[in-house]
């Protein structure tokens, strides 16, 4: 859904969303929307800034660190971002970010896509290591056993397996 910034009124805008799972791709490999994505979102006009606020929700499947298998998490975010028109952003080579400049978006040509920024949003909240649960347990690094369902019978390899070309020598 896009937003043309001259038709946000003075008293602001408030939009309701629902973008059907299927539209969010874009993802990645191992990040699905597995819901309608819900939005309820109000912007206010400023000069040529828009403040938004809101909260987002859906459900996201991704794939377990340890052990691979998908699961399910429930995405919630609360939203507050402040957008200014792409061409009022500095040009310069390198600047110092600040913390105010976490909370800016740009938009482009006087039109704010939401389903971009949505999406963004999306991707923010999968965790850094995804787990289908705190106590999982992986796979054995040997024989590839999903240790969750049972334990391996595998026996480690003793050493490094770096050196293993010297352990010939010493026997000779």
């Given at each position: 859904?896009?937003?043309?910034?001259?038709?946000?009124?003075?008293?602001?805008?408030?939009?309701?969303?629902?973008?059907?799972?299927?539209?969010?791709d874009g993802l990645?490999?191992d990040v699905k929307?597995?819901?309608?994505?819900?939005?309820?979102?109000?912007?206010?006009?400023?000069?040529?800034?828009?403040?938004?606020?809101?909260?987002?929700?859906?459900?996201?499947?991704?794939?377990?660190?340890?052990?691979?298998k998908p699961f399910?998490?429930?995405?919630?975010?609360?939203?507050?971002?402040?957008?200014?028109?792409?061409?009022?952003?500095?040009?310069?080579?390198?600047?110092?970010?600040?913390?105010?400049?976490?909370?800016?978006?740009?938009?482009?040509?006087?039109?704010?896509?939401?389903?971009?920024?949505?999406?963004?949003?999306?991707?923010?909240?999968?965790?850094?290591?995804?787990?289908?649960?705190?106590?999982?347990?992986?796979?054995?690094?040997?024989?590839?056993?999903?240790?969750?369902?049972?334990?391996?019978?595998?026996?480690?390899?003793?050493?490094?397996?770096?050196?293993?070309?010297?352990?010939?020598?010493?026997?000779?």
């Open positions: 859904m896009e937003i043309k910034v001259i038709d946000i009124p003075v008293e602001g805008l408030n939009v309701e969303l629902f973008e059907e799972a299927a539209t969010f990645g490999e929307a597995l819901s309608p994505v819900k939005a309820f979102l109000s912007l206010k006009k400023v000069g040529t800034t828009v403040y938004l606020s809101g909260n987002m929700e859906t459900e996201i499947g991704l794939a377990c660190s340890r052990c691979g399910e998490v429930h995405a919630e975010a609360g939203l507050k971002l402040d957008m200014v028109p792409l061409e009022s952003m500095p040009r310069e080579e390198e600047r110092e970010l600040h913390a105010d400049d976490l909370d800016v978006e740009f938009y482009k040509n006087g039109i704010i896509n939401l389903k971009d920024f949505l999406r963004e949003q999306i991707l923010l909240q999968v965790p850094m290591k995804p787990l289908c649960s705190e106590d999982c347990r992986g796979l054995c690094q040997y024989c590839g056993q999903d240790l969750n369902i049972a334990p391996c019978a595998c026996v480690p390899p003793s050493g490094h397996p770096g050196l293993s070309g010297l352990k010939d020598l010493l026997g000779k």
